[in-house]
């Protein structure tokens, strides 16, 4: 089976921080509690700067952007697991940046909650927000629709199959690694 992701991108710059992505004041809320989890959602991206638009609207739980993509060092800052919950919260299924954070690349693994995914050159000055795209895990690439071009990705190796599991702890139970509960 053929996996890839579609829908439309909101473009991001560099040293996107954990603090943009979900602002501390929002750390009350419990993940695992599904309402707050939903909530948690809704104030995803919403530390960024005016000038990128809003991600999720006000009043809303989800986003229209299923894919981010960004430029380097995204996720820097803290390591709070927040950062990838929110995103995988609203709807956002993969981000594409030049480079992360390693505790946000880390994170992302752990939780389940999104695909990391590393471009092989930089994208955030060549995309913009709105463009529909699509990543063909298969082949890493991503193409944009947009312009009708594609662009390689690197190939995300080991954390794929621990994503698509949903986290490192649904990992090690259906591998065996850990006992099922």
């Excluded at 599904?34 to 104030?43: F, H, M, Q, T």
Aim: charged share 20%; hydrophobic share 40%.
């Amino acid at each position: 089976m053929k996996k890839v992701i579609k829908g439309v991108i909101f473009v991001l710059e560099d040293n996107i921080d954990t603090d943009q992505i979900i602002p501390a004041e929002y750390l009350t809320l419990v993940p695992s509690k599904p309402d707050e989890y939903e909530k948690l959602g809704s104030y995803a991206l919403a530390g960024l700067p005016d000038r990128y638009g809003k991600f999720v609207v006000p009043g809303q739980t989800t986003t229209a952007y299923k894919i981010i993509v960004a430029g380097e060092n995204f996720g820097c800052g803290s390591s709070r697991e927040h950062a990838p919950i929110a995103l995988g919260a609203c709807g956002v299924e993969a981000v594409i940046a030049q480079s992360y954070a390693r505790i946000f690349f880390r994170n992302c693994t752990a939780t389940g909650e999104l695909y990391p995914w590393e471009s092989a050159e930089r994208l955030c000055n060549q995309f913009e927000t709105g463009q529909e795209v699509s990543i063909d895990f298969e082949h890493n690439q991503l193409i944009n629709h947009s312009l009708g071009k594609t662009f390689d990705l690197k190939p995300l190796g080991d954390v794929e199959p621990v994503i698509d599991a949903g986290g490192i702890f649904a990992y090690a139970r259906n591998t065996g690694m850990i006992p099922s509960r």
